[in-house]
T-cell receptor
């Protein structure tokens, strides 16, 4: 079992839909949770960063962390064709004195007009 | 503008040839990283460096080498020992503390002739 599981998709939705992207993990030491967006043939860009459990909202994006279930989510409201990209979750623990995140495989999202 | 640059955008390697990928950052970040991305496999860590003149192997270091002579630069050499080098290579940097996230460059696509 991988430390971080993420369905690769593709997930295809109509414009305006609410999108839910998810990751599960097995390492209970993870405390820092990130979502990156990666357009085709580009480097990932940081979308959301959350520490420990709870929700964080930024515009149309909401990140949720449920540490009891080892489950994190990214919600996109009013999805747009420009949101079509691969979304990578990443997480890390506070141990070891270094910051090395573990990445999910990424979910490919297609928002069609 | 602060950021991470990678060059070249595309690189072609002949059989038995060593090639070097460039990564430069002007974010004043202490830590730098190299990842390999293959379709459907997410990001895999090759090498990372937390300070100048020091670096550690990641999960897939065999066939690769790095140097960190300057804070701003972290070049990656793909040696002839790497038998399957075709991939998208991503360089990232971070402040190095536990609460800082990684910022990625635009990537280099390496192809074998």
């Amino acid at each position: 079992q991988k430390e971080v599981e993420q369905d690769p998709g593709p997930l295809s939705v109509p414009e305006g839909a609410i999108v839910s992207l998810n990751c599960t993990y097995s390492n209970s030491a993870f405390q820092y949770f990130m979502w990156y967006r990666q357009y085709s043939r580009k480097g990932p860009e940081l979308l959301m960063y959350t520490y420990s459990s709870g929700n964080k909202e930024d515009g149309r994006f909401t990140a949720q962390v449920d540490k009891s279930s080892k489950y994190i989510s990214l919600f996109i409201r009013d999805s747009q064709p420009s949101d079509s990209a691969t979304y990578l979750c990443a997480m890390s623990s506070a141990g070891g004195g270094s910051y090395i995140p573990t990445f999910g495989r990424g979910t490919s999202l297609i928002v069609h007009p | 503008d602060g950021g991470i640059t990678q060059s070249p955008k595309y690189l072609f390697r002949k059989e038995g040839q060593n090639v070097t990928l460039s990564c430069e950052q002007n974010l004043n970040h202490d830590a730098m990283y190299w990842y390999r991305q293959d379709p459907g496999q997410g990001l895999r860590l090759i090498y990372y460096s937390q300070i100048v003149n020091d670096f550690q192997k990641g999960d897939i270091a065999e066939g690769y080498s790095v140097s960190r002579e300057k804070k701003e630069s972290f070049p990656l050499t793909v040696t002839s020992a790497q038998k399957n080098p075709t991939a998208f290579y991503l360089c990232a940097s971070s402040m190095g503390s536990l609460q800082e996230t990684q910022y990625f460059g635009p990537g280099t696509r390496l192809l074998v002739l």
